[in-house]
């Protein structure tokens, strides 16, 4: 699966995409290196999964509290993903040290380099978007404000609808392993909840809402993630302990056969019936049709 020239959008991409970043944002963040879902009910747990997900990252006792700040979003976000920035490098490299006996580090070296490339690329945009909103939050220039806020506006909407896809394919790891990203989501979840557990901080909550908001969302997203990698085990032979090339997946049944074609593992026959008949040569028997078989008694061997 390597990577080529213009491969990363797949060539979707034109002068005019650029008036749309939801657009741009699919292309970018869903890359076309990214393999196709597997099944269309895997591909509904992991909606669920996002959205989930989303719950965890925003965190509803943020909009309860009443202190909700756009400006503090955007820093939580920026700390959200420099976490990950650590932490997903840390859980590819514990699944490799799971792999090792089935295979090598180097057959995977192209999808987690793209991987890699994609986490990059997003936090980068979550600090440009942080630091667009500084700008205009502290310029008084006009200039500057028109322009870093239009820029602003454009980098939010391309990041937005960039989370939403890279919470689905968590960068790209499905390229590395099917089940990569529902295990990154488990462990990013429980990595958010559990400090404010062990700390105590319910952010003003009471003692009740405050595990249920905390607890909810990690254990939502667990129990779907659990689901996804289940079917994928059950239905396609994929398990999360097995090196990637050491599994074949199977796609589901082959397409139907042209009509006329044989049957697959059946000898292909000619339409025409007998290659040797004589209606072949008028007058007379093929020129290569079948004798009969040796005769030792023969003088001649006829």
């Known amino acids: 699966m390597a990577r080529t020239r213009g491969s990363w959008t797949g060539g979707t991409l034109t002068a005019r995409s650029l008036l749309k970043p939801q657009d741009v944002a699919r292309a970018v963040f869903h890359p076309a290196w990214i393999p196709q879902p597997l099944d269309p009910s895997v591909e509904r747990l992991k909606r669920f999964r996002v959205i989930a997900g989303a719950v965890a990252s925003l965190g509803v006792f943020t909009f309860i509290e009443g202190g909700f700040e756009f400006t503090e979003l955007l820093e939580n976000a920026m700390t959200a993903s420099v976490v990950l920035l650590f932490l997903t490098p840390l859980t590819v490299g514990a699944m ?45 220039n006009p200039v500057v404000i028109i322009g870093a806020g239009m820029t602003m506006m454009w980098m939010l909407i391309f990041t937005a609808y960039g989370a939403v896809r890279v919470s689905g394919n968590f960068f790209g790891t499905a390229a590395v392993h099917r089940c990569l990203p529902p295990l990154l989501a488990v462990v990013t979840s429980w990595l958010m909840a559990v400090p404010d557990l062990v700390t105590g901080d319910l952010h003003g909550l009471s003692l009740t809402l405050g595990i249920i908001f905390i607890l909810g969302a990690p254990l939502t997203v667990t129990a779907i993630a659990l689901l996804e990698m289940r079917r994928l085990k059950r239905r396609y032979g994929i398990r999360l302990k097995a090196h990637p090339a050491t599994q074949a997946p199977a796609l589901g049944p082959a397409p139907p056969m042209p009509a006329g074609m044989p049957p697959a593992g059946a000898p292909y026959l000619p339409p025409q019936g007998n290659p040797y008949g004589r209606p072949h040569v008028p007058g007379g028997q093929h020129p290569y049709a079948p004798q009969p078989p040796y005769n030792p008694q023969h003088p001649y061997g006829g």
Do not use: E, K, Y
């Not at 890699?116 to 939050?137: D, E």
């Open 96 to 140: 490799l040290w799971v792999w090792r006996r089935g295979g090598t580090v180097r057959q995977l070296r192209v999808p987690l380099v793209n991987s890699l490339l994609l986490l990059l690329l997003f936090v980068g945009c979550v600090a440009a978007v942080l630091a667009l909103v500084q700008t205009v939050n502290g310029s008084a």
